[in-house]
């Protein structure tokens, strides 16, 4: 056992005692230089005071009496750092906080400039590819529950609003999971892909931040073949590869969002609403849409799929994939992206995505 000499404040008067301390096994051990023990603190129980760099001081958490125990013995701090595995002695807790202290300073001051050189949207364009995906994936997070709660309003009868997790769903999902795994293999994305099948009856799908993708049921019910299928699957990848969800999140809730970005902080609900009201309901750009089309077309060739089923089911649906975009069939629009799918699609011998029985299930995974 290691000892060494210390000073100990009883916390109800000023006067210092000269002490020995003990780092006995289960606990520091303060004795008076008379024998006597004056207090013994378990080692999970130790807190690191501010001190200077020479001095360990402790203290005992979540003690009333504010007593406290230094000792400038070099081989007994040693020990006791050993001993107490929780003790945060080097400060790395109260330094994080003060970092974050500096960095919302710091992204302030960053931002009102870059602000005024760039303008918003520039702005949110040239920092989306910059933002971790560790804060996407907690911004995915944020949002999926309040776009969960915003989609989930029609009568379903009991069952629950994800399909494909009832008795009679379940080759369904299997069916899914497979589709989804061979386009997440031929995307190789940074990001893990969490597809799910929501009960709702238009023809729709829609990506959020995060890896997160609704396919709705009414697509399931309009689409006529995997292929289909799997070519919106695709082109919503291609909104989670490019990021667009984050991008156009980051334009509508602003600076707010921001700050949360920088500091990995959603607390403040208004923001999460306004970001799930931005991915269900406001359209992307022309521009978007076509490099998402494009990404679909890639990616469908890779796995060998149609790469033009794409523009098959668009054609039928009347080119209202992605929630708050309702073109109609002849609006000019449509057509000319469906030219352009098709126009761009790899000449390719499509093979069988999923085996018939596997189709089957999938038409009947919300039961
Ligand atoms: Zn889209």
Redesign the pocket.
Known sequence: MISGAGVYFDGKTSARHDVLIDAAPGALRVCALDGSVLAEWPYAELQGLSASADVLRLGRLNNPVLARVETRDPALAAEIDRLAVTLDRSGTAERRSRKKVVAWSVAAVVSLVLVGVFGVPALTERLAPLIPLSVEYRLGAAVDSQVRTMLDTSKRNGKSFECGAADDEKAGRLALEKLVGRLERAANLQIPLKTIVVRRDEANAV?LPGGHIYLFKGLIDKSKSPDEVAAVLA??V??VAHR?GTRSILQAAGLSLLFGMLLGDFTGGGVVVIAARTVVQSA?SRD??AA??SYALQIMAKIKGDPRALGTLLDRIAGA??PGVKILLDHPETKARIAAINAAAPQITPQPLLEPDEWAALQRICG
């Open positions: 990506a082109h919503e291609g909104h667009d992307y978007v849409e998402a089309d994939i992605e």
